[in-house]
């Protein structure tokens, strides 16, 4: 192998990482879009619980008013 050849196959090389290199960097962007989206899911979840955990505390205190518990 020659030296051109040599220096060819580094550019092409060079070439193929740097193309590596901007899927990757692609792939982080949208990777951190997937964690900001998770995020959300994760607090929506959490304000849901409450929402739910404050719907039976609300129930309980009806039954009770009401005599409807089973105790």
Known sequence: MTEDEVLDFLRKLD???DAIEL???DIIV???HVETGLAR???QLGEQAV???RIEW???RIEKRLDLTDI
């Open 51 to 53: 929402h739910f955990d």
């Open 15 to 17: 070439e193929r990482f």
């Open 41 to 43: 899911v994760h607090v």
């Open 23 to 25: 899927r990757l960097d």
């Open 58 to 60: 609300r129930l309980d």
């Open 30 to 32: 949208r990777l951190g």
